[in-house]
């Protein structure tokens, strides 16, 4: 255990960063420690300064980035100020980062394992052949099966938990004095990211190195920090122990923060004001599934893959559930099963006592106005070339009955109801923040006044309050329409906080149904387990700390 005074091996002080005259500065006055054995967190919403900060302390500023003040000393010996060769030897040698998208940072023609040999010699004296043996024993050392044979697939072969651990070990393969882990989890599966998380944190407390572990989620600082900063607009607003944050932020700013990422009670379906529904049309379903299959051909093969296998459901009016899973596990292509995007290969869809599933696209088309799909990667599917007002304007021409003045009134409407300024109906996608994005593929969704609605993974990526305001709408849109939903997430959180029932997905079957509650209190299925064990829900991380703190004090007295 650490020293409480023993002297820091990352001080930072009073850091700012601009881009250029006339442009705010991105960092401005940030002050911290980091001492071994230590995992400090940096929390902060896109564009509160985290990953300049990062890449601050390596040198690595993006073009037009400059340090305009302060210090940055590693074990005491300031750093600013080194030419290009010595700051290459720093770098990966005693601070090393690790980003997003491991696949992105990986050479895609090169194998995983030369990969690492290379960063090895570059740091190490060493021969192709030790450099080679020890890429595979550091393959082994993070967790990967057959790490010989691993070794040598390139990375569009890896899953991408698995191209996150090949990081991980280029990272740690000089045994760096420092880990700089910038969203190094994002877009992950739960259960990934916490073996991933798991691995680094213990990789580091084992060789006494510091972590500065940057993210959006604060269950993640709950479960692993010792230390939090949360930042804003290029600055630290608080500064403190983890324990300490959780029980009662000094900051306002933090406390909207901390209250926006804890679970919220699901409200009792079809309860909201104006959209309540009757006990009987609440006893039929408004859809239907039975025995729902789609298979794809695997290439140069006869065999297929089994994307949905024999998977029923049913969703009430007013209700929403959640179909929950990890990547591949065939959610995604039951929501565009269900919208008509793809066509199954057999089973049944009922909406609203009619047999869909292999009705005529003409007989169809009236029906697409009452079954929309809100599409995970909005920025994707909006038209780059059209401003807002067009954008959500074009499905209300699937409506006869409306004009252009018609149109220009629901547009209005629409923005109004997903809470977005009419200012913003002549800003095209690229102009609109990740937030802006999802609520505008939700009102192009709700355009047509759909019954039912297919929402894919709508809170991925997304920071603290955005994801709280997202999930807030959706359950408004509930008590006001008494939309139904199917709610497609690997985000538990989410889910508690949303859904009235659940449905566990793995290699295209549902392995687990029932209400959330009941799923989450008593889960029956080890799968449903494991999904559950990867939650980190900051009261469980709060009272896990408690624990700690009893113990070590019952150990001391």
């Known amino acids: 255990m650490r020293a409480p005074n023993a002297a820091p091996l990352l001080a930072v002080d009073n850091l700012s960063v601009d881009f250029g005259e006339g442009s705010p500065k991105a960092l401005s006055g940030v002050s911290f420690e980091l001492r071994r054995d230590e995992v400090l967190g940096i929390v902060g919403e896109t564009g509160a300064g985290k990953s300049v900060l990062?890449?601050?302390?390596?040198?690595?500023?993006?073009?037009?980035?400059?340090i305009v003040e302060g210090d940055i000393r590693l074990d005491g010996a300031s750093v600013l100020g080194l030419s290009e060769t010595e700051q290459g030897k720093l770098r990966g040698a005693r601070i090393a980062l690790i980003g997003t998208n491991a696949k992105a940072l990986l050479d895609p023609v090169a194998t995983v394992g030369a990969q690492i040999?290379?960063?090895?010699?570059?740091?190490?004296?060493?021969?192709?052949?030790?450099?080679?043996a020890a890429a595979v024993d550091l393959l082994a050392q993070v967790g990967i099966v057959n790490p010989e044979r691993r070794a040598k697939a390139y990375p569009h072969e890896l899953s991408g938990g698995m191209a996150q651990r090949v990081v991980i070990a280029m990272a740690m393969v000089?045994?760096?004095?420092?880990?700089?882990?910038?969203?190094?989890?994002?877009?992950?599966?739960a259960t990934i990211q916490v073996q991933v998380l798991d691995l680094l944190v213990k990789r580091c407390r084992e060789l006494g190195a510091g972590v500065v572990l940057i993210t959006h989620d604060l269950g993640i600082i709950a479960h692993y920090c010792?230390?939090?900063?949360?930042?804003?607009?290029?600055?630290?607003?608080?500064?403190?122990?983890v324990g300490r944050f959780l029980e009662g932020p000094r900051d306002d700013y933090s406390r909207t923060l901390l209250d926006a990422a804890r679970v919220r009670p699901t409200p009792m379906a079809g309860q909201g004001e104006g959209g309540g529904v009757t006990d009987e049309a609440h006893a039929k379903p408004l859809l239907d599934v039975r025995r729902l299959e789609k298979f794809f051909p695997i290439?140069?093969?006869?065999?297929?893959?089994?994307?949905?296998?024999?998977?029923?459901?049913?969703v009430g009016r007013g209700e929403t559930l959640a179909l929950v899973g990890e990547s591949g596990s065939g959610k995604t292509t039951v929501g565009q099963c269900l919208v008509r995007l793809l066509e199954c290969d057999g089973g049944g869809i009922t909406f609203d006592g009619v047999d869909i599933t292999d009705m005529p696209a003409k007989e169809f088309r009236p029906l697409r106005r009452r079954l929309q799909m809100v599409f995970q990667e909005p920025y994707v599917a909006l038209n780059p070339r059209w401003p807002v007002r067009a954008l959500i304007a074009e499905p209300l021409r699937l409506d006869p009955g409306l004009d252009a003045k018609g149109r220009e009134h629901r547009v209005r409407q629409l923005l109004d109801l997903v809470h977005l300024p009419l200012s913003l109906a002549e800003a095209y996608p690229h102009e609109l923040t990740a937030g802006e994005q999802k609520r505008i593929g939700i009102a192009r969704a709700l355009a047509t006044g759909p019954d039912f609605v297919v929402f894919d993974e709508p809170t991925t990526a997304l920071d603290i309050r955005v994801r709280a305001q997202i999930i807030d709408l959706v359950r408004d849109l509930q008590a006001e329409i008494g939309m139904s939903a199917l709610f497609?997430?690997?985000?538990?959180?989410?889910?508690?906080?949303l859904a009235h029932n659940v449905a566990v997905m793995r290699h295209g079957k549902i392995?687990?149904?029932?209400?959330?509650?009941?799923?989450?209190?008593?889960p029956t299925q080890?799968?449903?387990?494991?999904l559950l064990s990867a939650e980190l829900p900051i009261e469980q991380g709060l009272l896990q700390r408690d624990r700690a703190e009893a113990r070590r004090l019952a150990g001391t007295a």
Do not use: Q
């Not at 990062?54 to 400059?66: F, I, N, Q, T």
């Not at 960063?119 to 052949?129: E, N, P, T």
């Not at 297929?304 to 459901?313: C, G, K, L, T, W």
């Open 54 to 66: 990062a890449r601050s302390l390596l040198d690595l500023l993006p073009e037009g980035g400059r």
């Open 117 to 132: 040999a290379r960063v090895l010699r570059a740091h190490r004296a060493c021969g192709r052949r030790e450099a080679w």
């Open 174 to 189: 000089a045994n760096p004095d420092i880990v700089l882990a910038d969203d190094a989890t994002l877009g992950l599966d």
């Open 226 to 241: 010792d230390r939090v900063a949360i930042m804003k607009g290029g600055r630290i607003f608080e500064l403190g122990e």
């Open 299 to 314: 290439a140069g093969s006869t065999e297929v893959v089994r994307a949905i296998d024999d998977v029923s459901f049913s």
């Open 488 to 497: 497609i997430t690997h985000d538990l959180n989410s889910v508690r906080s």
């Open 511 to 522: 392995v687990e149904y029932g209400e959330t509650e009941a799923i989450f209190a008593h």
């Open 526 to 530: 080890d799968y449903t387990r494991m």
